[in-house]
């Protein structure tokens, strides 16, 4: 079991994505920070989402983006360079009950480059470390990293991602056939947002995924949506208003 209570919310990129000014902070914290996840812990969270992608010297940081604002891409420059978070230095600060959703964002560069060099390759000594000392989730689009890390880690759970409306009725059993231990789909993927009459209700779907023996994550969605979700059944939320999801669930948020 991946989450010990349901709905777990986890905090999108920390307290949500984009710069966010959390109940009583005077600034704004940005997202994929340590301010960022403290803040969500802060509010009442137990886990939390970061986006880890590689850099031009092998080493690895938080971002979401493959660029950095001024455009530059994140592979192609050095850890220091870049300016930011590395993340063996976020784990280091962030204390070890908050466990983490690690959302893996290879880069064009692992088609071609060595194995080695690899987001994969980089990432496997940091998971084995980190796994000793904090509950992990890996969730990725990429489903060859899933694999790899698969056959690398055991005992780490890993999820696949879905991207923007990804029917269902693809995502489930691709996750299920991947041997791997959750779906995370987007909300645009559930219906709610975008009616679709192809798609089975979507308690079966996540029924179907718990039957499958997968864990199923939502993410992104809005505060007033959050209790939709809850009660079709997902496991957990990745969420960007942390303080107005935990409302609107009242006592069965976390």
Excluded: Q
Excluded at 19 to 34: I, K, S
Excluded at 58 to 77: E, K, N, Q, S
Aim: proline share 9%; net charge negative.
């Amino acid at each position: 079991m991946i989450f010990d209570r349901t709905p777990t919310l986890i905090g999108h990129r920390g307290h949500g994505s984009g710069d966010v000014v959390p109940p009583g902070a005077a600034a704004p914290v940005a997202e994929n920070t340590l301010p960022s996840l403290l803040a969500a812990v802060e509010g009442g969270l137990s886990w939390v989402e970061i986006d880890v992608t590689r850099t031009a010297d092998d080493d690895l940081v938080l971002r979401h983006d493959p660029t950095v604002p001024d455009g530059a891409h994140v592979v192609d420059l050095p850890a220091a360079a870049s300016g930011l978070p590395r993340l063996v230095d976020v784990f280091d600060a962030l204390p070890p009950d908050v466990a983490v959703d690690v959302d893996v964002k290879t880069v064009l560069d692992d088609a071609v480059d060595d194995p080695s060099r690899r987001t994969g390759a980089l990432l496997l000594p940091v998971l084995r470390r980190e796994a000793r000392r904090r509950r992990l989730l890996v969730t990725s689009f990429d489903p060859s990293l899933l694999v790899f890390l698969r056959d690398e880690l055991p005992g780490v759970p890993l999820g696949l991602l879905t991207w923007l409306r990804f029917p269902l009725w693809h995502a489930v059993p691709a996750a299920a056939g991947l041997g791997l231990d959750a779906v995370a789909v987007h909300t645009g993927s559930c219906g709610t947002d975008h009616p679709d009459t192809r798609l089975r209700p979507l308690e079966h779907c996540v029924e179907v995924a718990h039957k499958a023996g997968l864990e199923t994550v939502v993410w992104c969605p809005a505060a007033e949506a959050a209790p939709r979700y809850a009660a079709a059944g997902f496991d957990a939320m990745v969420v960007n208003d942390v303080p107005g999801v935990l409302a609107a669930l009242g006592p069965s948020g976390s």
